[in-house]
């Protein structure tokens, strides 16, 4: 059991590593599919075998640069630890819709932080994945939930107080859970911008709801049980 858990961690944790590498690409305009392995953003040197392993390259390095000893951006460190717990989790009766909406979730996080863009196309396999399980069955939540939704569209398409892609990744969160989950998730996704908001105006004058969402649905859907 403890040989297995190792490895569904591994596991996890190098899906990590990849999200954050395809976002990173993504957001930089490189290509996605490249023989060549990662660079050092501050220095440019190539980066080792070893540099590239998830969790363990950065503590090797002590979370600075083996070249230039700039310290490391953990950003790829704190998914691949994410990805790594979520795959522990999951066993022994992964959800594949689920597990699917994670990973695009994490995707769409680091986009939505580095460029303040969401990539919609990537939102279509967890939520048909997750509407092949079964339709939801109308009932009050679904009501208000719906509700929700059309609010939020018609204020993304009539200011610039929320973003669109808020709104597609919402539809894609209610395809994979139950409307009350979507419908706290929203909730606590809210709070916790709000408080994020006031206690840093300076530098959050434009802040991405992405992350939020993902984290909100994550405990959600995680300990809402």
């Not at 390259?57 to 460190?77: A, F, M, Y």
């Not at 509407?131 to 509700?147: A, N």
């Not at 998730?185 to 434009?206: E, N, P, Q, Y």
């Amino acid at each position: 059991m403890l040989l297995l858990s190792g490895y569904l961690f591994i596991c996890g944790t190098c899906v990590g590593s990849f999200i954050t590498c395809m976002a990173e690409r993504t957001c930089a305009a490189r290509p996605l599919l490249n023989r060549q392995r990662s660079v050092c953003p501050t220095c440019l040197r190539q980066l080792r075998w070893w540099q590239l392993l998830p969790l363990i390259g950065v503590l090797i390095q002590r979370g600075r640069c083996w070249d230039c000893h700039h310290p490391i951006n953990l950003r790829s460190s704190y998914v691949e630890l994410l990805c790594g717990t979520l795959a522990l989790t999951s066993f022994p009766q992964p959800n594949l819709a689920l597990l699917c909406g994670y990973a695009v979730l994490f995707f769409n996080s680091l986009t939505d932080t580095l460029q303040f863009t969401v990539y919609p196309i990537t939102l279509l396999p967890p939520a048909l994945l997750g509407l092949m399980g079964g339709f939801p069955f109308p009932d009050m939540p679904l009501v208000i939930l719906g509700g929700l939704l059309l609010g939020l569209f018609l204020l993304a398409r009539y200011s610039a107080k929320f973003g669109m892609g808020d709104v597609d990744v919402l539809l894609m969160l209610s395809c994979l859970a139950p409307p009350v989950t979507v419908i706290t998730s929203l909730t606590l996704a809210a709070f916790a911008a709000l408080v994020t908001f006031s206690l840093d105006r300076r530098s959050a004058r434009r802040l991405p709801f992405v992350p939020f969402m993902t984290w909100g649905f994550v405990l959600c859907t995680q300990f809402g049980n």
